[in-house]
């Protein structure tokens, strides 16, 4: 059964606050994503990694940054919180086989950010 | 960039009937769509996917239709039951690479 992790399942954090969200992954998985959800606008890819120490931005990178020292491990920084970060984050991984195939994504459980 | 759009954002049925919900997409080198179900609360899980070779795929209750000229693809739930009730995505991914861009989400009611 895949898992998928997030450190902490509600945050809140003041702004100009540096703030680490932290997701592992028990599969082995090669690609690794982070995506905020906001009511009416879906699942907004953040950053993707598809490989250790490799990342790429997705479509609002702004203001974040992300780190994936680890094939299990891959975080999601937020340099200076600002309220418009305030939203739930989602980090899900999936496999490649190796082939460059895509497949299912599975998702952690959702880290819901305040910023004050 | 890849964008997919998700149309209704908000469905609702009667139990028994029958929901479609519809994407399109926009880079025709996409080639695989997958179909995530979210109750509330809970994290996204696929319940159905389809590849860019296929036109179509059944799973019980569930469907998908791929028409790759019109780049669009579709979800078909028949027989509706109020357990259907949840926030269905459709997502696309990018042949050769590993970004997957999802839809607005479509809000389903069912109700009793």
């Known amino acids: 059964d895949v898992k998928v992790t997030q450190s902490s399942r509600y945050l809140v954090k003041r702004t100009g606050e540096k703030v680490f969200l932290e997701c592992v992954q028990d599969?082995?998985?090669?690609?690794m994503f982070w995506y905020r959800q906001d009511p009416g606008l879906g699942l907004r890819l953040i950053y993707f990694?598809?490989?250790?120490?490799?990342?790429e931005k997705g479509d609002i990178p702004e203001g974040y940054s992300v780190s994936r020292e680890k094939k299990e491990r891959f975080s999601l920084i937020l340099e200076s919180a600002s309220t418009n970060q305030t939203s739930m984050y989602l980090c899900a991984s999936s496999s490649s086989f190796g082939t460059g195939r895509n497949t299912e994504a599975f998702f952690g459980q959702g880290t819901r950010l305040t910023v004050v | 960039g890849e964008n997919v759009e998700q149309h209704p954002s908000t469905l609702s049925v009667q139990e028994g009937d029958s929901a479609v919900i519809k994407c399109t997409y926009s880079d025709s080198a996409s080639n695989y769509f997958p179909w995530y179900k979210q109750e509330l609360g809970k994290r996204p899980q696929l319940i159905i996917d389809?590849?860019?070779?296929?036109g179509e795929k059944k799973d019980q209750r569930i469907a998908v239709t791929l028409n790759k000229t019109a780049k669009h693809f579709s979800l078909h739930i028949t027989e509706t039951q109020p357990e259907d009730s949840a926030v269905y995505f459709c997502a696309a991914s990018l042949s050769g690479g590993f970004k997957t861009i999802f839809g607005a989400g479509t809000r389903l009611f069912v109700k009793a």
């Open positions: 599969m082995d998985h090669e690609n």
């Open positions: 990694s598809y490989d250790v120490k490799m990342k």
């Open positions: 389809i590849r860019s070779n296929v």
